[in-house]
């Protein structure tokens, strides 16, 4: 997952209960507001001449690789199990072509990638052979020369030693392993393809390959944790000792095995509450402190800060350009929002046919993205509110008066002379409390 900003969002949850829906605020405004009728807009900004001040404005990459052996069950994402190798094949191809499409339009052409981020589904689900061809057929159009970070997502059981070695030869420098959580028994109950073995040995590669950046996935509170085994996931995970921790709280989107399978049966799927899942990230934090991280957003922990960033996540929450390849992901070109063919048959018709595969989008006002700058800002823990005013001509501190004093007298911040700074109590449930700052 790692911290990933392309989920869908609906209002937060007023019970402690973890309720079927979704908590994680993506994007603003709500990808509910997308709309088919939106894509001419979103291809006049591909084919639109930047503007003057444009090329500045950081361009990042995004490719989706929606193969898994195994759907997890709490999963909400577009991805494909059981597929034959010749599928593999055929959108791998198509990836490296819909890559050549958008680096072709006047928006795009020639302007140098600042970060690359392979997402899933599951990245390392491909072949080494796979990854050179699609890798090959990247730089013929991109290149990623400059870029400050090319991530990888991997999933512990599909990593061999040559896999690993070949993805470093091929440039990544941050390497996200989807770990989860340490007890076979709680992988196995939510439907996860590894178990701690496999962590264990594709951590030994990832070590010796010597990625400059190494980052391990946790999610508090799936079904069938408990704080005594949720505590030794944390205690095995430092002794990994890798250079950022991602800590996310479970929650159950509705297209979920869990939440089918509770509303087919009547009954509640048993993740732990809200306030358990902060209880035990609060615990989590303060080892991770102890042990000499740092915490970067409320979701993330970091070794050495000096050193170990994440790039990808804080242009795309300053307002970067993102162009998004495969199906369904989700990308963002000159202010424009947009999600591409959200199905198989879709999405490669269109890019074999030689069309770029946009299926909805959305032209936010400047407001709009304001909002959304401020609120994914705020994720990190502080407001940067002279940043946001130069850019957007509005004092953020000004605006939403009414809300800063709310959230400073429910204790979620303090006042500070650098502006407002988040307690941790309003850290670990950031998600809750940014709705207050959208428009009605």
Same mark, same amino acid.
């Given at each position: 997952m790692d911290e990933s900003v392309f989920q869908t969002t609906r209002e937060p949850l007023l019970s402690d209960a973890t309720e079927p829906g979704s908590y994680f605020v993506a994007n603003y405004p709500p990808f509910s507001r997308w709309i088919e009728a939106a894509v001419p807009e979103v291809l006049s900004a591909f084919d639109a001449e930047p503007r003057a001040e444009r090329p500045a404005v950081p361009l990042g990459l995004y490719l989706h690789i929606p193969f898994c052996?195994? *759907?997890?069950? @709490?999963?909400? @994402?577009?991805?494909?199990?059981? +597929? %034959? %190798? %010749?599928?593999v094949e055929r959108y791998s191809l198509a990836l490296a072509r819909e890559a050549a499409l958008a680096a072709a339009t006047p928006a795009v052409r020639g302007r140098p990638l600042r970060y690359?981020?392979? &997402? &899933?589904?599951? /990245?390392?689900? =491909?072949?080494?052979?796979? =990854?050179?061809?699609?890798? %090959? &057929?990247?730089h013929e159009s991109f290149g990623w020369q400059h870029a400050e970070e090319v991530t990888f997502e991997c999933e512990p059981g599909t990593l061999s030693e040559p896999k690993v070695a070949a993805l470093k030869a091929l440039g990544m420098t941050r390497i996200s392993l989807g770990v989860e959580n340490f007890a076979d028994d709680v992988l196995e109950a939510n439907g996860r393809a590894h178990l701690s073995a496999e962590i264990l040995r594709s951590w030994d590669w990832i070590k010796a390959a010597d990625f400059p950046n190494t980052n391990v996935d946790l999610i508090a509170g799936m079904v069938g944790d408990s704080f005594d085994s949720w505590q030794r996931t944390i205690e095995k995970t430092?002794?990994?000792e890798p250079d950022s921790i991602t800590i996310y709280q479970m929650e159950l989107p509705l297209n979920t095995v869990f939440v089918r399978d509770a509303r087919d049966g009547g009954g509640q799927t048993p993740v732990a509450d809200w306030s358990t899942k902060r209880a035990w990230v609060d615990w989590a934090f303060? *080892?991770?402190l102890e042990r000499g991280y740092s915490i970067s957003s409320g979701y993330t922990l970091v070794r050495d800060p000096a050193r170990v960033h994440f790039h990808y996540r804080d242009m795309l929450w300053e307002g970067s350009d993102l162009v998004a390849l495969g199906v369904a992901s989700f990308g963002h070109l000159s202010g424009v929002h947009y999600q591409n063919a959200t199905h198989w048959d879709d999405y490669l018709a269109a890019v074999e046919a030689g069309r770029l595969p946009i299926h909805r989008g959305l032209a936010p006002t400047s407001r709009e993205l304001l909002i959304r700058e401020l609120v994914l800002g705020l994720k990190r823990g502080r407001l940067d509110a002279g940043r946001l005013a130069r850019k957007f &001509? +509005?004092? /953020? =501190?000004a605006e939403w008066a009414d809300q800063w004093r709310s959230l400073e007298s429910d204790g979620y911040l303090e006042r500070t002379p650098d502006g407002p700074v988040l307690s941790r109590r309003g850290l670990l449930q950031i998600d809750s409390l940014l709705p207050r700052f959208f428009d009605a």
């Open positions: 052996r195994k *759907r997890c069950k @709490f999963c909400y @994402f577009r991805v494909y199990t059981d +597929v %034959a %190798a %010749a599928d690359v981020y392979f &997402g &899933g589904g599951t /990245p390392s689900f =491909l072949s080494v052979k796979q =990854l050179e061809r699609l890798v %090959a &057929g990247l430092l002794a990994l303060d *080892r991770c &001509g +509005v004092d /953020p =501190l």
